[in-house]
Protein backbone atom coordinates (compact mmCIF):
# COMPACT_ATOMS: atom_id res chain seq x y z
CA UNK A 1 0.00 0.00 0.00
CA UNK A 2 1.55 3.25 -0.90
CA UNK A 3 1.21 5.96 1.85
CA UNK A 4 1.78 10.08 0.97
CA UNK A 5 3.04 11.87 3.57
CA UNK A 6 2.32 15.59 4.34
CA UNK A 7 4.07 17.79 6.07
CA UNK A 8 3.87 22.15 6.27
CA UNK A 9 0.86 22.92 7.66
CA UNK A 10 0.35 25.14 10.73
CA UNK A 11 -1.21 28.71 11.44
CA UNK A 12 -0.40 31.55 9.74
CA UNK A 13 -1.69 35.22 9.52
CA UNK A 14 -3.33 36.46 6.14
CA UNK A 15 -0.71 37.82 3.48
CA UNK A 16 1.87 34.95 5.34
CA UNK A 17 2.97 31.87 3.12
CA UNK A 18 3.34 28.22 3.87
CA UNK A 19 5.06 25.45 1.76
CA UNK A 20 3.38 21.97 1.78
CA UNK A 21 5.54 18.68 1.02
CA UNK A 22 4.29 15.37 0.80
CA UNK A 23 6.35 12.29 0.38
CA UNK A 24 5.15 9.19 -0.97
CA UNK A 25 6.31 5.69 -0.91
CA UNK A 26 5.60 4.65 -4.02
CA UNK A 27 8.24 3.56 -5.84
CA UNK A 28 7.77 4.92 -9.36
CA UNK A 29 6.99 8.04 -8.39
CA UNK A 30 7.53 9.78 -12.26
CA UNK A 31 5.09 7.38 -13.19
CA UNK A 32 2.43 9.31 -11.05
CA UNK A 33 0.37 12.72 -11.35
CA UNK A 34 -0.12 14.15 -8.25
CA UNK A 35 -1.86 16.96 -6.40
CA UNK A 36 -3.77 18.72 -3.62
CA UNK A 37 -7.30 18.80 -2.84
CA UNK A 38 -8.18 20.81 0.21
CA UNK A 39 -12.05 20.89 2.81
CA UNK A 40 -12.66 23.47 4.66
CA UNK A 41 -14.56 22.82 7.88
CA UNK A 42 -18.58 22.09 6.94
CA UNK A 43 -17.73 22.19 2.85
CA UNK A 44 -17.46 20.00 0.17
CA UNK A 45 -13.46 18.45 -0.65
CA UNK A 46 -12.42 20.47 -3.80
CA UNK A 47 -9.29 20.48 -5.91
CA UNK A 48 -6.80 22.56 -5.78
CA UNK A 49 -3.51 21.50 -8.33
CA UNK A 50 -2.53 19.48 -10.21
CA UNK A 51 0.82 18.39 -11.46
CA UNK A 52 2.19 16.20 -14.77
CA UNK A 53 4.34 13.25 -13.95
CA UNK A 54 6.95 15.21 -15.90
CA UNK A 55 5.98 18.81 -13.87
CA UNK A 56 5.57 20.02 -17.48
CA UNK A 57 1.64 20.52 -16.87
CA UNK A 58 0.02 22.10 -14.31
CA UNK A 59 -3.48 22.96 -13.25
CA UNK A 60 -5.11 25.01 -10.57
CA UNK A 61 -8.55 26.17 -9.39
CA UNK A 62 -9.22 29.58 -10.03
CA UNK A 63 -9.27 30.65 -6.77
CA UNK A 64 -5.20 29.84 -6.07
CA UNK A 65 -3.91 30.84 -9.32
CA UNK A 66 -1.04 33.12 -9.16
CA UNK A 67 -0.86 32.59 -5.50
CA UNK A 68 -0.23 28.83 -5.21
CA UNK A 69 2.57 27.07 -6.99
CA UNK A 70 2.99 22.98 -7.22
CA UNK A 71 6.14 21.28 -8.16
CA UNK A 72 7.25 18.09 -7.85
CA UNK A 73 10.82 16.69 -7.36
CA UNK A 74 10.48 13.27 -8.64
CA UNK A 75 14.49 12.46 -7.08
CA UNK A 76 13.06 12.78 -3.73
CA UNK A 77 9.64 11.47 -4.16
CA UNK A 78 7.98 14.71 -3.14
CA UNK A 79 5.23 17.16 -4.04
CA UNK A 80 4.99 20.58 -2.87
CA UNK A 81 2.68 22.93 -3.08
CA UNK A 82 3.79 26.91 -2.24
CA UNK A 83 1.46 28.85 -0.62
CA UNK A 84 1.42 32.91 -0.56
CA UNK A 85 -0.60 35.63 0.09
CA UNK A 86 -2.70 33.31 2.34
CA UNK A 87 -6.21 34.30 2.76
CA UNK A 88 -8.94 33.23 5.52
CA UNK A 89 -10.89 31.44 3.11
CA UNK A 90 -7.24 29.00 2.53
CA UNK A 91 -7.93 27.93 5.54
CA UNK A 92 -8.81 23.80 5.07
CA UNK A 93 -7.07 20.40 5.53
CA UNK A 94 -4.86 20.19 2.69
CA UNK A 95 -4.70 16.56 1.24
CA UNK A 96 -1.61 15.23 -1.56
CA UNK A 97 -3.48 12.84 -3.86
CA UNK A 98 -1.64 10.14 -6.46
CA UNK A 99 -2.99 9.80 -9.43
CA UNK A 100 -2.60 8.02 -13.14
CA UNK A 101 -3.49 11.45 -14.94
CA UNK A 102 -3.90 15.24 -13.45
CA UNK A 103 -6.72 14.77 -11.40
CA UNK A 104 -9.42 17.56 -10.97
CA UNK A 105 -12.04 15.05 -9.80
CA UNK A 106 -12.22 12.67 -6.87
CA UNK A 107 -12.85 9.73 -8.45
CA UNK A 108 -9.68 10.19 -10.73
CA UNK A 109 -7.23 9.48 -7.12
CA UNK A 110 -5.76 6.29 -6.41
CA UNK A 111 -4.08 7.89 -2.99
CA UNK A 112 -4.99 10.22 -0.41
CA UNK A 113 -2.43 11.16 2.17
CA UNK A 114 -3.95 12.30 6.16
CA UNK A 115 -4.08 15.47 5.44
CA UNK A 116 -2.22 18.68 6.93
CA UNK A 117 -4.09 21.58 8.14
CA UNK A 118 -3.83 24.91 7.36
CA UNK A 119 -5.14 27.68 9.27
CA UNK A 120 -4.82 31.38 7.93
CA UNK A 121 -5.91 33.81 10.45
CA UNK A 122 -7.70 37.33 9.66
Known amino acids: QVQLVESGGGLVQAGGSLRLSCTTT????????MGWFRQASGKEREFVAAISRSGMNIDYTDSVKERFTISRDNAKNTVYLQMNSLKPEDTAIYYC???????????????WGQGTQVTVSS
Open 97 to 111: VQSLVMARVQNRVKY
Open 26 to 33: ERFFSSYA
